[in-house]
Structures are given as C-alpha cells and as structure tokens.
C-alpha cells in the first residue's frame, strides 16, 4: 500500500476519533460548569421546583413541562402530516411532481427557523388572539403548530428517502402480481423502510425539543407552570437563551448548564430508545 | 387493503400535502407582502453610498449589509471546517470502521445530531467561559468561536451523508474497480464518491443552510445587535438572523419593523440562493466530469 494511502486512511480515522470525542467533551464541559450545583446537592433540586428568583428558587420544571409538551404537541401534528407528505412525493403524486415536491421540501428545509418565527409572530398570533385562544396570542399551541411546520420537511425528506431505499424490484414485483402501488407502499416499502423512518422521527422531536426561536418568539416566555395548550410557556432553549446575559457565577445563570444537561441527556434517551426500538425483528416482505 | 382503504390514503396524502403548502405558502405570501416595499438600497446600506460601504471606505450604521458580511464570513469559515471532517468521518464509518467500533461511533453520531443547536451554542460559550479562567484574557465570544460551534453543529449531517450515501452504493459497482486492482483509497475517490455526488451534495446543502439560518448558536456566542463589518476572525460581529430576531422583540416604530420584514426576506432568498446555487453547481459537475 503506497504512502499516500496509509496517511489518507489514517486522517479518515483521526475525523472520526475526533468527532466522537468531541461529542462526549460537550457534555464534560457542560457538566464541569454546573458542577458547583451538584456539590449543593441542588441539582435534582433544581429540577423539581418553580423558578422564582424573588423567593430564592431558581428551579426549571416549569421550563421542562413547557418544553415536553410542546415538542410533544408539535409531533403530533407533524408526524402524520409528514407521513401524508412522504406517501404523496413516493406514491400518490402524478409522476412529473414528484421531483419537483422532493425538490421544494428540501429547499423548505433550509427556511431559517427565525423567519418562520418571525413571520408567525405578526400573522399567526394575532390571528389565535383574535380567533381562537385570546390572552396575548403568545402560547404553546401557536408554537407548537409553527414547530410543526418547521420540522415536517425535514421528517418528509428522511421519510422519501427511506422509502426509496427499498429495491424497486420488490415494487415490481407487487406491480406484477396486480397489485397496486398503494399496496405496494403498505405492505413492502413500509415494513422495509421502517427504521428509516424512526430515524426522522428522532430527529424532528430532537429539532422540536431542541428548537430555540420559535419557543423564544412565540411560546411567550412566561415563567408559571403551563396548565392548558392555550396557556404561555417557556422552554429550556428559550430560558438558557433569554439567562445568559446574567452573572457567571449567580445560582441563577448555573441553572442554564442545568437545562443545557437535560437537554442532552433527553437526546441520548431518544437515540436509545430509537436504538432499542430498531433492535425488534424486522418484518421480511412477502 | 381493500379499494376504499387505498382511496382513503391517497386523501390522506393528498390532504397533508396541501395543508403544509398552503400554510408556508401563506406565511410567505405575507412575508413578501409586507417585506417587498421596504426593499431599497437604504435597507442595506442606510445613509452611506453603497460603493464605499462595499469597498469598506465608511462603515454603515442603520442598514443590512454588516450583518450579511458578518453572516457570510460565518457560513464560510463554519462550512470550510465542517466538510473535510464529517466528509472523512462518513467515509471512515462506511468503509473501514470495523463493527464494535462502527457501533460506539454510530451511537455516538446519532447523539451529535439530536444535540440542539442552542446545547452546542451553550458549549461554545462555555468553552470561552472555560478559557478565560485557564488563561485570563483569552478568547472570548467572537465569529471564529461561533463559526467552530456551527461546524461542529452541521457535522452530523455531513457525516450522516457521506456514510448514507457510500453504504448505499450497489455491490457490483463498489468491486468493479477492486477486481481492477484500484486500492482502497481510489476506488473510494474515484468509483465510490463520484458515484454518489447527488446523495453528497444533499448533505452539503444541508449543512449550508443550517450554518445560515441558525440563530441559537450565534446569540451565546458572540453576535451582537450593532458591531460595524468584522475586520478579524476574533472580534464580535453582526448577523441577519439575530438582526431580525433584535427587530421582533425591540422595534419601536413601523419603518423599523418594515425593515424586519425585507430582513427576513433577505434571509430566506440567501438560504434559496445558496441552495440552488449549490444544487445547480453539483449537477452541472456531476455531468460534466463523470458522465462524459
């Protein structure tokens, strides 16, 4: 093996160590930062109780609820809305726009987050504050239905793609027995694509949970524990966003290393559980 | 399944498809509606000529094009740093990784990307954080730190890509060139990259887009609201998203907000432009060097 090779292949190796490394060094450094908190024994603490800086309590649950049940929410209208739309681009589109759709969802992934928001701040508020919730118009339904529309192109795209993935003879085969691309999608390219589409899944609940701006432009950022859809909420994102500006070493800009461990912590329960999900016998076609 | 369960699919589909075109197609019919008008040469460059604001003669204080540069100098520097790295990193995956190692590395991988991008943000700028205390004085928040947070943001994707993209190359193509005694490395450059170019330029685009449109990253690590065009890699800088996030929750007058809108505008045909850019750049290679 000449040289040229063996350095080649051995920067692949060093790219790889290196990300991986650098992967496990975020969560150090989060963790380094908010040791002061654990030596308190404030850690778990923190995460049960109200944040009111007045009274002492610098806690983040109501952050946390406010993030689960947007993000939850925004997967709910978003996941079948996905689906409907990967099924549309695969199967039931007239030939000459499917290309055109892939093209013009992958394009919509590129939308900035904070144009969506920003656009929705001035249409869509308004429009639940007059119509729908009243109040401010700033809630967790509006963003979770903003989210919703941010994190569907990106689910179409790992959906399409998985349900591309699947040999086109196996479709033939179905188109051969009579059978119609429908079933053909239903009962072979579904079974068969199935860990690619947890894979989207995964990854629109991590850009959900994960996403800043909407949460900060359009949840409305208040601090009580959220009790209805049409109640305001902040986020973890939001909070660490809207805290940073504070002192370095107050209790109170600790907690957004807090929030920033939850956060990771609640992706790598997700890879999990989408690793273990995975492991289940897969369905053979036919 | 039965003929009436196959119809209700196709509604079904049908239905989600129409609903999500129109809900973005509404949202920017209304961002073009109120952006367009404020669009003028005062948007981008406020009172100063435009010559000398681009020769950088005069800086410009109340218009768009610091925040584009500080933008563009970003989207560069943050992409020039992630596509070698996630480019090799995918190909390790794919083709050599042996299968232990594959899976830490893929685990590892699927948590880069699920990391949101306000956690990689809080990183960076803990890492600055961390840095001052090592070393007083040392660097603080400022583009080249926000644009290593970005890199380190889009990696995933790019690895994801690459990887998806090698894996999925047919059997017979991938030892074609083996049995012709290529080695290694130059069926990967030659038979196995070119072969899945479109797949790669998906996630490159993808990482391009990201890079430009995030807002989280940069607000923890060093954008601020007026900083004049950034003449070095350390100095803190403006960017358009910010901008339009400072003009959402700060605007005090209706020309302000109006220059929200045309900001926001700017932003969505600069993602639009860097993606059909890219696209079109890929496919005309494509065709010209490899399907000759």
Not at chain 1, 179 to 198: D, E, F, N, T
Not at chain 2, 126 to 150: D, E, M, N
Not at chain 2, 200 to 217: K, M, P, S
Request: proline share 5%; net charge positive; charged share 10%.
């Amino acid at each position: 093996m000449s040289i040229f090779s063996r350095i080649v292949e051995r920067l692949f190796f060093l790219a790889a160590a290196g990300s991986a490394l650098l992967t496990v060094a975020v969560f150090l450094l989060l963790l380094y930062l908010a040791l002061p908190l654990f030596e308190q024994g404030g850690f778990w603490a923190l995460i049960r109780s109200p944040w009111d800086p007045g009274a002492g309590f610098y806690g983040i649950y109501p952050m946390l609820v406010g993030s689960l049940s947007i993000a939850f929410l925004a997967l709910l209208i978003g996941f079948p809305l996905s689906l409907g739309g990967a099924f549309f681009i695969t199967c039931f589109a007239p030939l000459f726009l499917r290309r055109h759709l892939l093209n013009l969802v992958r394009l919509l992934t590129g939308v900035p987050t904070v144009v969506y928001s920003f656009a929705a701040l001035f249409l869509l508020v308004p429009f639940l504050r007059e119509n729908l919730t009243g109040g401010s118009g700033l809630n967790i339904l509006g963003a979770a239905l903003m989210l919703a529309v941010l994190i569907a192109p990106t689910m179409i795209i790992f959906f399409v793609d998985a349900l591309r993935r699947v040999p086109s003879g196996f479709l033939q085969a179905v188109t051969a027995l009579g059978g119609s691309p429908a079933q053909g999608l239903v009962y072979i390219a579904l079974p068969l694509a199935w860990p690619g589409i947890l894979n989207g899944l995964l990854l629109g609940l991590g850009r959900a949970m994960g996403d800043t701006m909407i949460s900060l432009m359009i949840a409305g950022n208040a601090v009580a524990l959220p009790e209805s859809m049409t109640d305001s909420a902040r986020t973890l994102t939001a909070h660490i966003a809207l805290v940073i500006a504070a002192d370095v070493s107050s209790l109170e800009f600790q907690s957004i290393f807090a929030c920033g461990i939850l956060l990771y912590l609640f992706t790598a329960l997700l890879v999990l559980m989408v690793r273990l999900l995975g492991k289940f016998p897969k369905r053979s076609p036919g | 399944m039965n003929r009436f369960g196959e119809l209700l699919l196709a509604l079904f589909s049908w239905c989600c498809t129409l609903l999500l075109t129109a809900t973005v197609g509404i949202l920017m019919v209304f961002l073009l509606r109120r952006g367009l008008p404020a669009f003028n040469m005062a948007l981008f460059f406020g009172d100063t000529p435009p010559l000398d604001a681009l020769l950088l003669i005069k800086p410009v204080f109340d218009g768009l094009f610091p925040a584009l540069f500080g933008t563009l100098a970003l989207v560069l520097v943050a992409v020039c740093c992630a596509v070698p790295v996630g480019l090799a990193t995918g190909i390790y995956l794919a083709e050599y990784a042996a299968v232990a190692p594959k899976r830490v590395l893929n685990l590892l991988f699927d948590l880069l990307a699920g990391i949101p991008s306000i956690v990689v943000g809080l990183a960076g700028f803990a890492l600055a954080v961390v840095l001052h205390r090592t070393f007083s004085g040392g660097i603080g928040p400022c583009l080249l730190l926000s644009a290593l947070a970005l890199a380190f943001l889009v990696l995933p994707y790019l690895i994801r890509a690459t990887q998806n993209a090698l894996e999925a190359v047919d059997p017979v193509t991938r030892r074609t060139a083996l049995a012709l005694g290529a080695s290694k490395v130059q069926n990967i450059f030659y038979v196995l990259l070119p072969n899945r170019l479109a797949d790669l330029t998906g996630g490159v685009i993808l990482a391009v887009g990201r890079c430009a449109e995030d807002t989280a990253v940069i607000m923890l690590t060093g954008v601020v609201a007026f900083a004049g065009v950034p003449n070095s890699l350390l100095r803190k800088y403006e960017a358009v998203p910010f901008y339009i996030y400072t003009i959402s929750s700060q605007y005090t007058d209706f020309q302000e907000l109006q220059r929200g809108f045309a900001a926001a505008l700017v932003l969505l045909f600069l993602c639009a432009a860097l993606f059909l850019l890219a696209f079109f750049i890929q496919r005309h290679l494509k065709e010209r060097l490899f399907y000759r």
